[in-house]
């Protein structure tokens, strides 16, 4: 089975001192807006990364703290990308023809891109 190609944010974790187990989190649509994208990521890094007492200042009605961690835009030679945290840290990319294939034997999914540049 395998899906059309779109295009869409992808977000993954990644590191600098190896392999990630499970590199892909999310699919998100192009269409949404980038600061959309940026608090989306921030909220799934800290979901991930910290813990409850880490969060709670920033969940605060009055006053809320700021993010231990805030999700950043960088501009790289391939082109836009949103991170947030520290290694293993998320990256959201835009990407084109993003198509997802899943064995029928084995289950296991296969995602294929190109990137997009902004």
């Known amino acids: 089975m ?3 190609p779109m295009t869409a944010w ?9 392999a990630v187990e ?8 192009f269409r949404r807006n980038l600061y959309h994208v940026m ?3 921030q909220r799934l890094h800290d979901v991930h ?3 409850l007492v880490e969060r709670a200042p920033a969940a605060r ?6 993010p231990l961690y805030k999700a950043q835009v960088h501009r790289t030679r391939p082109g836009l990308e949103i991170r947030c945290g ?10 084109k023809n993003l ?14 891109w190109m990137r997009h540049r902004l």
């Open 10 to 18: 992808l977000i993954m974790w990644e590191s600098e001192h190896g």
């Open 2 to 4: 395998k899906t059309k």
């Open 61 to 66: 009605y009055n006053k809320p703290a700021a």
């Open 39 to 41: 608090d989306y990521v």
């Open 22 to 29: 499970r590199p892909y989190v999310d699919i998100v649509s």
């Open 49 to 51: 990364r910290l813990s």
């Open 99 to 112: 198509t997802v294939r899943r064995s029928e034997r084995t289950g296991v999914e296969t995602l294929c």
């Open 86 to 95: 520290r290694d293993p840290y998320l990256v959201a990319r835009p990407v």
